[in-house]
């Protein structure tokens, strides 16, 4: 760290979550204490069909409320779910959001209860300077956010993570108040997520952490949450990719997604600028993409994190410091079924350019240890295109 003027950040910490197995039997009192009556559900098409979702249909039957349900969301969600969703809310006259699991039917319930009130486009308040004060803070509806998954973190976001259906840009949608008013965090919740799943949402965790701890913004506090955070998916997602119904390891892995999503408030990296052009353009897994990213930017970024992680490589419980930490990095994507390269993915050679230049557009880059370019970019895209 430089002069004092570069210690001066902005800093926030997450909101009221509940955390603990069967807490989702708290939902209606949730809604009550925010004087939400009549909430719109919003979740995604798959996990809408799934046992998961009928033992929430049922607890808010059971409690008289009027409510109605959302999911029309595609697993990279684009403005017009938004749209769709936004429709919905104002059809049914909603008075809150729940945002029941993964990233995707998170972050667009988020958007949802943010953009209802807005009269400018959602890319008005994209995640660039402060964009977010053009919002009309008085119109946001309370969001109560319910994940089923253990990977983004969007449920202690302040943002919303959607796709532009015409360029194929994913764009990071940020304002203070899309941070959900209540969490409820139940492990049983996550417990028949597929091991697919499991290691792709898992990974991106460990991704927020890895970026957040290598980012050299000063922020002490995501700085140790980060290294935590490591330490949680290291020894548990192997456990719960290998034994699902493993209820301790399956609670610390929703412990890591949350630490992951407050650490990155330090920054994030190469990691996220090269997966988020590849999730928009391939529709691709954002976790797994991260995953197969991983590798070649912690090789780029060696010589400016190679002392932190050989401090951090102990208490990680990996021997041999940063060569150490990017061999576990190679295997622990092998033993969970990753896919080797992007080209496993779908991704093309001719692709690269384009890429490039949408990484490089990407806020994720400003967090990054080494500044990136057009030549370090597409070095590291045709690394992770080969494997």
């Known amino acids: 760290m430089g002069s004092i003027k570069e210690m001066t950040r902005n800093w926030s910490y ?52 009027c409510w109605s349900i959302f999911s029309s969301v595609d697993p990279n969600p684009n403005e017009v779910n938004l749209y769709d969703g936004i429709k919905a809310f104002k059809t049914g006259k909603h008075d809150g959001v729940i945002a029941l699991g993964g990233g995707s039917g998170l972050d667009i319930g988020k958007l949802i209860s943010f953009m209802v009130g807005q009269s400018r486009p959602v890319w008005d308040f994209e995640d660039i300077a402060d964009y977010w004060q053009r919002a009309k803070t008085d119109s946001i509806y309370p969001i109560i956010a319910v994940p089923t998954t253990a990977g983004t973190g969007s449920e202690v976001g302040r943002a919303g993570v959607i796709t532009n259906s015409q360029t194929l840009e994913k764009k990071i949608i940020f304002h203070p108040k899309v941070l959900p008013s209540i969490v409820i965090c139940d492990p049983e919740l996550t417990i028949s997520m597929p091991k697919d799943i499991t290691a792709g949402t898992g990974l991106d965790a460990f991704a927020h952490c890895v970026e957040a701890f290598s980012s050299p913004n000063f922020h002490p ?57 590849v999730g928009a353009l391939v529709n691709a897994h954002h976790g797994t993409t991260n995953a197969i990213c991983m590798p070649s930017v912690l090789r780029l970024n060696k010589l400016a994190i190679k002392e932190r992680f050989d401090g951090a490589s102990g208490y990680l419980g990996i021997s041999g410091g940063f060569e150490g930490f990017c061999s576990f990095v190679k295997e622990l994507n092998f033993d969970l079924g990753i896919p080797a390269n992007l080209s496993d993915l779908g991704v093309k050679s001719d692709q690269i350019g384009d890429l490039v230049v949408k990484a490089l557009d990407d806020p994720s880059c400003q967090g990054n240890p080494v500044e990136l370019n057009q030549n370090n970019m597409r070095a590291l895209f045709e690394e992770a295109l080969a494997g």
Not at 36 to 59: G, H, M, Q, W, Y
Not at 228 to 241: C, D, F, H, Q, T
Not at 253 to 269: I, R, S, Y
Request: proline residues 5%.
């Open 14 to 65: 997450p909101t009221n979550i509940k955390f603990g197995c069967g807490r989702i039997v708290e939902l209606p009192e949730a809604c009550k204490s925010l004087n939400i009556n009549n909430p719109l559900l919003v979740t995604d098409r798959a996990l809408a069909k799934l046992e998961t979702s009928k033992r929430v249909f049922d607890l808010l039957n059971k409690s008289g409320m």
């Open 221 to 277: 506090m995501s700085h140790g949450i980060a290294l935590e955070g490591m330490r949680l998916v290291i020894e548990n997602l192997p456990v719960a990719y290998n034994c699902g119904s493993d209820i301790k390891a399956r609670a610390h892995m929703m412990c890591a997604a949350m630490m992951g999503a407050t650490a990155f408030q330090k920054g994030l990296g190469a990691i996220h600028a090269m997966s988020h052009p």
